[in-house]
């Protein structure tokens, strides 16, 4: 079995990789300026899974952090898109994770996301890491398509040991730092 390994977002480098695994795999089409808004505010909240011994990414999860309504820290996952020869491999869950984990850090208290009301394959994933259905969204997508709204509600810092294992990174995964412009007043780091 191939060894897979997981890094952030490093730069406009990974742009043309990102948007290529987003587009195939997909269905709502994205410009490129929604790619960076995502990748240049929060560059740290995206991760790329790639195989040992290639350059080309198989995977890739998009997300931002913000304060919603002034209430409270919100997570949100924008794109997850796994190449499908790779999939049930565990690359998404991992990905999903490592994004969690990084906005645990930063004080998140929920992780939100949309997806398509008919993919099995992702609530199930999503269901499996503890996210709930929230809201179905009519019409949500450009075709036309419902959607569901997922939540995850993430226990603050100091409850670590009391994670749910499934939402825990084994000792042998690393979060790979990505430093934070100190004034980037989007991002709650409480």
Known sequence: MTEILYRQYVGESDLPHIMALVQSELSEPYVIYTYRYFLHQWPQLSFLAIPAGSSEPIGVIVCKQSMHKHASNRGYIAMLSVSKSWRKRGVASTLVKRSVEVMRRHGVDEVVLET??????????????????EKRLYRFYLNGKDAFRLVLAVPPSELDRDLPRY????????????????????????
């Open 116 to 133: 398509e009301y008919d993919n099995a394959a992702a609530l199930s994933l999503y269901e499996s890491l503890g996210f709930i259905r």
């Open 167 to 190: 939402m825990k990174l084994s000792p042998t995964d690393t979060i790979f730092s990505y430093p934070v412009a100190p004034d980037d007043d989007e991002v709650s780091y409480r």
